[in-house]
């Protein structure tokens, strides 16, 4: 079984900065990528970012404001969001993709919300 914790997530002024972590435990995988995904309002989930051996991908939404790094050792997932704007309110979720099966996994989801 592979678990995701997040935290980090909270309430911030527009143009404020926040940084989630993800990190993964259990034992008997590797990972191949990990992610990040929102969920707004009435909106389904779109991707944020994601990270690979590959390299990263964001969302042009995201693009120059929000950088998605990892740490291999510690197994986490870090999303450094800056310039926060109030239509990235949502509630974020790690993802990771490992190999085996199941394949992919979700932490729990974090309130990120921007507002003055």
């Known amino acids: 079984q592979v678990q995701l914790v997040e935290s980090g997530g909270g309430l911030v002024q527009p143009g404020g900065s926040l940084r989630l972590s993800c990190a993964a435990s259990g034992s008997g995988f590797s990972i191949y990528a990990m992610g990040w995904y929102r969920q707004a309002p009435g909106k389904e989930r779109e991707l944020v970012a994601t990270?690979?051996?590959?390299?990263?991908n964001y969302a042009d939404s995201v693009k120059g404001r929000f950088t998605i790094s990892r740490d291999n050792a510690k197994n986490t997932v870090y999303l450094q969001m800056n310039s926060l704007k109030p239509e990235d309110t949502a509630v974020y979720y790690c993802n990771a993709h490992v190999n085996r099966r199941p394949s992919y996994y979700w932490g729990q989801g974090s309130q990120v919300t921007v507002s003055s």
């Open positions: 990270i690979s051996a590959g390299g990263t």
